[in-house]
């Protein structure tokens, strides 16, 4: 599995930003893939996935990312993006793609490797 993000960068808050996930190496219709991020002295954090094969989307109990995360996917190019609006200060993170994403126990889990991330820094 190969996954590679881009995408990140330095937006106002309330801005808005488009990360994208490039898979190659894996049959990409057989998988949950999933955005993560981590900030600075946190743990992992779910953001949220799609499953390719039905287009089901997944965003986390809390309501962090409510309303202002959208996750897609174009399957014949193998993508799948994370539409980030009314970005605030606290989404300051390095977001991972990553495949597959399991629930266990109703929990959203990946369990690794760790890509590089791309960087999103939403300045105050």
């Known amino acids: 599995v190969q996954l590679v993000e881009s995408g990140g960068g330095l937006v106002a808050a309330g801005g808005s930003l488009r990360l994208s996930c490039a898979g190659s190496?894996?049959?990409?219709?057989?998988?949950?893939i999933g955005w993560f991020r981590q900030a600075p002295g946190k743990e992992h954090e779910f953001v949220s996935c799609i499953s390719i094969s039905d287009g089901r989307t997944y965003y986390p109990d809390s309501d962090f990312v409510k309303g202002r995360f959208t996750i897609s996917s174009d399957n014949d190019k193998k993508m799948v993006y994370l539409q980030m609006n009314s970005l605030k200060p606290e989404d300051t993170a390095v977001y991972y793609c990553?495949?597959?994403?399991?629930?266990?126990?109703?929990?959203?889990?990946?369990?690794?490797?760790w890509g590089q991330g791309t960087q999103v820094t939403v300045a105050s």
């Open positions: 190496g894996f049959n990409f219709n057989d998988y949950a």
């Open positions: 990553v495949a597959p994403v399991v629930r266990v126990d109703g929990e959203f889990e990946y369990h690794g490797p």
